[in-house]
């Protein structure tokens, strides 16, 4: 997990990836953490003292992810019934140290956070050797067997929630999301949406979220999708030297449309 308090990998995407998106009830659910860009990046292991909370969600049943130090895939448990199941991963707190501020303005363009820069200035704050820190609220849905049920807010700092299932619904007119931030509807805020082809194409768009924290974003037939959404928030520390003056907390859920991708 040390990859993970480099500059590079806090500036890459950090989502779940499931071997396979849809198993029997029975089989074993494999999936795997990864850093990086455009779908592309490691399979990191799984190290008890990097997570904060690791659950797969079935209905009403709720089952702690137990891994062996160093397991990879992070993640391999049997799949006990039939229907949809959210996988929760929730990472410790890492930090980062900012050396040079160009860094900082591309993370925060690149983002969307349109005061950052001038929030920064105005606290103050020096163009290098501030700090942040950050953490990762991942989420990825997996059809076993039927694939029934449905995605729901499951109690994240920062979450993504499906509100039609990708699996057994009608997906012509896109998907629907809702973002959620301490368990309030996100509104105007930026959603990227990663789309990856069987021959491993990978397409990326931005979406911004309604009043009501909600966006629909299109999917086609027998991709992966990756969607994120990230906050910034000062912290209430003015004095770098101190510590860190920044907070950042990111969102991820994953996903695979059924049926054949289309030429």
Known sequence: MAALSTGAAKAHEFWLSPDDYTIAPEDVMAVR??????????????????????????????????????DNPALQMPAETDGLAIIVHETADSELNYSDFAVFQR???HKDFRTALADHAARGLPETGFRETYRRHAKSLIAVGSGAGADRAIGLKIEIVALANPYTDDLTAGLPLLVLLDGAPRADTQVELFQTAPDGTVTITR???????????????????????????????????????WHSDWASLTFHTPGEAQD
Not at 37 to 42: F, S
Not at 50 to 58: G, L, N, P
Not at 208 to 215: E, P
């Open 33 to 70: 953490l990864r850093v990086g860009q455009e779908m592309k990046g490691a399979a990191l292991s799984y190290l008890p003292n990097a997570i904060t909370r690791f659950e797969v969600v079935q209905g009403d049943t709720v089952r702690p992810v137990e891994g062996r130090l160093g």
């Open 107 to 109: 993370f925060v363009a």
């Open 207 to 245: 979406h911004r979220t309604d009043a009501d924290g909600k966006v629909t974003v299109p999917v086609l037939p027998g991709m992966e999708y990756l969607v994120d959404n990230v906050d910034l928030r000062a912290l209430p520390n003015d004095d770098s030297k101190t510590g860190p003056v």
